[in-house]
């Protein structure tokens, strides 16, 4: 059965970091697309990262361009998102989906979502 975990969340300080991981049991998640995506209260979930299993290629929001790195650990079969300089505004449910052919970062091209994990950005 696949299964989406998130896992790093919880409450810093602004200009501060965290590193958000997104584990996977049913499948090898190197072999797929992951992505993270974000929801805060009142708003639209959007695309904050994604990395394709084709080539590669990664995407950024620009809201987190330069401040945001998504990576994969394959040894351990997990994605992470570092997260630095945060900001009161990124603030929001963060979650992690997988598909096997996604592309780019759009919530429409990724089946496999997990539960997603609270991100407080607040002194």
């Known amino acids: 059965q696949v299964q989406v975990v998130e896992s790093g969340g919880g409450l810093v300080q602004p200009g501060g970091s965290l590193r958000l991981s997104c584990t996977a049991s049913g499948f090898t998640l190197d072999e797929y697309s992951a992505g993270w995506f974000r929801q805060a209260p009142g708003k639209e979930r959007e695309g904050v990262s994604c990395i394709s299993s084709n080539d590669g290629t990664i995407h950024y929001a620009d809201s987190v361009k330069g401040r945001f790195t998504i990576s994969r650990d394959r040894a351990k079969n997990i994605v992470h998102l570092q997260m630095n300089s945060l900001k009161p505004e990124d603030t929001a449910v963060y979650y992690c989906?997988?598909?096997?052919?996604?592309?780019?970062?759009?919530?429409?091209?990724?089946?496999?979502w997990g539960q997603g994990t609270q991100v407080t950005v607040s002194s």
């Open positions: 989906a997988t598909d096997l052919r996604a592309y780019g970062c759009s919530e429409d091209e990724y089946d496999y």
